[in-house]
């Protein structure tokens, strides 16, 4: 999911490092560096959501005109799709299981989601006109 915010004038490394806290709080593995075109933050391993994958986020444009990109990132299994599985023949064979915790972390991610921004939102307001005249020329 992607959301722009234009005429904020938002100081894009403290919102990069507010994020980061956003992770650090949930209980995830985080990790946060500059990219070519913003920043970026990689996320995983949580405590507090139990999703399948890795979340991804991205920061780019300038303080007046910015947009994040929020995503679950899913590792592709080998062999995923050898043989095409009905809901019927999941279970029939102990799938049940996996599809269970498919739904689980599915349940877990609209959650984190939802969550995220909310935070989003409010970190957003609290750092408009936040960005200097020196990070804007960076």
């Known amino acids: 999911m992607q959301k722009n915010w234009t005429n904020k004038n938002v100081d894009l490394d ?16 985080a990790v946060k560096g500059r990219s070519e075109k913003g920043y970026q933050i990689f996320a995983d391993d949580s405590g507090y959501y139990k999703v399948d994958g890795y979340v991804s986020v991205s ?10 990109t929020f995503e679950l990132c899913k590792e ?12 019927m023949l999941t279970t029939m ?6 599809l269970r915790k498919q739904l689980k972390s599915d349940e877990e991610w609209l959650k984190l989601k939802q969550d995220f921004w909310s935070y989003v939102e409010m970190i957003v307001l609290n ?7 020196e990070t804007i020329n960076k």
């Open 127 to 133: 750092l408009t006109n936040t960005a200097t005249q």
């Open 59 to 68: 920061i780019e444009g300038k303080p007046d005109d910015f947009t994040i």
């Open 76 to 87: 592709e299994k080998k062999h995923k799709n050898l043989l095409p599985r009905s809901i």
């Open 93 to 98: 064979f102990g799938g049940g299981y996996f």
């Open 14 to 29: 403290l919102l990069t490092n507010q994020l980061g806290e956003f992770f650090k709080e949930k209980d995830f593995n």
